[in-house]
């Protein structure tokens, strides 16, 4: 068990007004994990994660969690690419599929995005290690925020 801190401030846990400098950028969770974005154009994106020792699960391997964050990112700036900039969406499902651990290097998130009516998008992505072999595939549903509007939460 871990010792946590006897309290946590208010700024630490939320809520948090952010504020990307560009439509398609990392968002802080993003930047810290590493990611960059290669790529986002035509409903496609590509982005990159390096594989530092901060990352590794138990075993040594890269921890499931940061490939599906960058499979997951990487559908978002497909999403960005093509829906105009400040429309609010969110992932409100996914399914990840591991094919084979990623022990070191780089791994690459190609993805691509298809609006399904109205306010829902499709997206899927295939990670890709150092040497080009498929780690992950990943599905996803997104939807669009009605009121393309996300209310800023009320201060505590």
């Not at 035509?42 to 590794?56: G, I, S």
């Not at 900039?85 to 499902?93: D, E, K, L, V, Y």
């Not at 996914?94 to 791994?107: A, E, R, T």
């Amino acid at each position: 068990m871990t010792d946590l801190p006897e309290t946590i401030s208010s700024e630490s846990t939320g809520p948090h007004n952010v504020k990307l400098n560009d439509w398609i950028s990392c968002a802080p969770f993003e930047t810290l994990l590493n990611m960059e974005i290669i790529i986002a154009k035509n409903a496609k994106a590509t982005l990159r994660l390096p594989f530092y020792y901060d990352y590794a699960q138990g075993a040594g391997l890269m921890h499931g969690g940061a490939i599906v964050s960058l499979a997951d990112t990487a559908v978002v700036m497909a999403i960005k690419s093509f829906l105009p900039p400040q429309t609010h969406f969110a992932t409100i499902s996914l399914n990840s599929k591991f094919l084979y651990p990623v022990k070191k290097g780089i791994i690459t998130a190609r993805a691509e995005a298809i609006i399904e009516g109205d306010r829902t998008i499709r997206g899927t992505a295939t990670v890709f290690n150092d040497d080009d072999k498929p780690v992950l595939e990943f599905q996803s549903l997104f939807k669009i925020a009605r009121d393309r509007q996300i209310k800023t939460p009320p201060e505590y």
